[in-house]
Each structure stands twice: as structure tokens, then as C-alpha cells.
């Protein structure tokens, strides 16, 4: 959501901390690939502008506004920018739309999240962040196959109770942003694309500026007790060679008659767990440590696909 773009015309997962990530795409017709759906003239655009959409000119500064003074904002992610912000308009295409995947909809709990639905977008997260409350919110969730969902122009607003103070939206790409979770000492980001990725985290510093912060290199899981190397995107093979040296210990997964899993067995990847012919082609993968298990899942159908989520089952 750019607020300095011009208008445009007018994926659920929940993404818990140390529990990691619970895909719930679906099964497609045999050898069906995931497919991200058409976009239009509003998916090509990064986002949507807050402060010019529907013709409305840029709001007013936060720190001008009554009340408080606007918290500083930080970014340190590509592809993200963080900006204060005072005014939320409504969504393009007004009241009355539907989204394209209603499972990616949640219900707007606080009143931040009340205020944003109120203004005619689909709210997909929510979560605390010290006195401050991040919304994440969209205007276009188009559905995909397999049971994937599409966030094209996803947003975080920063609300003090009801006051919008900061806006997180993407810049150059569609999908930059999807959706949020509460973590440990901050919120999760996750993208708008098919499947879902972490693309950051939001913290409140002791200082009081609010900062958008690269995933961490080593994430610390189950009170410290645990800590998960940044494995994201990695072959398994290089993977499980990362989660040995951090004390994870695969365990051995079941006698399988799957083609699949038996050549990634023969290539030493024992854990492998189950695989999915279809759809994205998921492979599970398991491991056991001091801090509890860890799960492992892998997209693509290669000989040794990449590492797209895990999650972690503390003891």
C-alpha cells in the first residue's frame, strides 16, 4: 500500500511462534501444480495508497494529530517499508465485496482491528505489540488451487487503541505482505504468496521506535531452551546438516512403498516423514531435540526440495 503510488483498480494458515507453521493446502487432481491466480490491473500495482486512494489526498501527518506524538518507525527489510501514517480510508470497491478465499478472514477482535474492518477490509491478523496493536488487513484475497489463497495488496497498520500511527506495505512486489502473528518479543510477517513465507519481524525497542527487523539468523524456540538455524529455503540436504550441528537428531520415518520417500531415504534424508503427489508436493520431515520435536516441511518436487516452513512441538 504505497502512499505515494497511484490508484489502482480495485492464505488459513494460522502461523502460531514456536508451533510453527500448519499448512492446510489442499489436494489438486493428479500432477495438478499450484497456480498463482490471474491478477489484474490492482495486482500488478505494489499496493494500494492509503492517503490517495479514492482520490483523497495524503493524511495528515500522526505526529500532527492530537493525542501523542507518533512513535519513530524503522525498517530494516527489503522490499518493506515502514512509514507513519494517521488516516486509514476505505477500501477500494466500497462494501458489500467478498473475498475470494473467506478462510483467510478472521474476526476483528480489538478495536483497532473493528476500526479496520469497519473501513471495508478484510482483516487477516492481529496481535499486541507493548501498548501498540498491529492489524493486518487487505482489500484483494484471490483463491488458488490446491486450497491456497493470494493476499495481492496486504498492509500492517500500527494502532495506538483506535489511532492509526504506522503503516507496513510492500514496495516493488506484489504480495509483499499477507499476514501476521503474535511471537515471542514481537509480531510475525508473513507474505501474501502461494504458500505463505516469513518475511520478518516487528518489534518495539526500549526506546520506543518501532522496528521491522530481518528474520533472525538463529531463531531461539521453546523459552530458550532450543534454537532452530535459518534453514528457510535450503535443499534438505543442507538443511538436516544445519539442524544436526544445532542438536537435532532426525528420527527415522516409516517403511514407505512411495517412490518419493524411498529415493529421499536412499539419499540419507531418513526422516523423511510423507510426501504429497500433488498439489504443492509437501514432504514432512521430524526430528527430536533437548527442547522438544521439530517438523519440517519441504515444497517442490525436486530430488531434494527446499525447506519451507517447520515448527517446533516444545516438551
Known amino acids: 500500500m504505497r502512499p505515494d503510488a497511484p490508484l489502482p483498480d480495485p492464505a488459513r494458515s494460522r502461523h502460531p511462534g514456536d508451533a510453527g507453521l500448519r499448512l492446510r493446502a489442499g489436494r489438486g487432481a493428479a500432477g495438478e501444480a499450484p497456480r498463482r491466480p490471474r491478477i489484474g490491473r490492482a495486482g500488478r500495482a505494489p499496493a494500494l495508497a492509503l492517503g490517495l486512494m479514492l482520490g483523497l489526498p495524503l493524511a495528515e501527518p ?6 501523542p506524538p507518533a ?25 458489500g465485496r467478498q473475498a475470494g478465499c473467506p478462510g483467510e478472514v478472521v474476526p ?5 482491528a473493528q476500526a479496520v474492518a469497519a473501513r471495508d477490509w478484510f482483516v487477516t491478523g492481529e496481535a499486541a505489540l507493548g501498548r501498540y496493536r498491529a492489524v493486518s488487513f487487505a482489500s484483494d484475497l484471490q483463491q488458488g488451487t490446491s486450497g491456497t489463497c493470494f493476499i495481492a495488496d496486504g498492509n500492517v497498520g500500527l494502532f495506538d487503541g483506535t489511532r492509526l500511527v504506522a503503516l507496513v506495505y510492500g514496495a516493488g512486489r506484489t504480495g509483499a505482505v499477507g499476514r501476521i502473528a503474535a511471537r515471542a518479543g514481537g509480531v510475525r510477517l508473513w507474505d501474501g504468496d502461494l504458500p505463505p513465507s516469513p518475511v520478518g ?3 518495539l525497542r526500549p526506546d520506543g521506535t518501532l522496528s521491522l ?26 538443511a538436516r546438516a544445519a539442524l544436526i550441528a544445532a542438536g537435532w537428531t532426525p528420527v527415522k ?8 520417500e524411498r529415493d529421499l531415504a536412499r539419499r540419507g534424508v531418513i526422516e ?9 508436493a509437501y514432504c514432512s520431515f521430524r526430528y527430536a531435540g533437548a527442547a522438544g520435536a521439530l517438523s519440517v ?3 517442490g518436487d525436486g530430488d531434494l526440495p527446499e525447506v519451507h516452513e517447520y515448527g517446533v512441538t516444545c516438551r
Open 62 to 67: 500522526a505526529g500532527a494529530q492530537d493525542g
Open 71 to 95: 512513535p519513530r518507525v524503522a525498517s530494516a527489510v527489503k522490499n518493506l517499508r515502514f512509514v507513519p501514517l494517521a488516516a486509514l480510508p476505505r477500501a477500494p470497491g466500497g462494501a
Open 108 to 112: 476483528a477482535q480489538s478495536e483497532a
Open 201 to 203: 519481524d516487528l518489534t
Open 213 to 238: 527487523e530481518p528474520l533472525p539468523a538463529v531463531e531461539s524456540v521453546c523459552g530458550g531452551r532450543g534454537a532452530v538455524p535459518a534453514i528457510r529455503g535450503q535443499p534438505i540436504d543442507t
Open 253 to 260: 520415518g516409516p517403511p514407505s512403498d512411495d517412490a518419493r
Open 272 to 280: 523423511v516423514d510423507g510426501c504429497s503427489g500433488t498439489g504443492l
Open 297 to 299: 516441511t519441504t515444497t
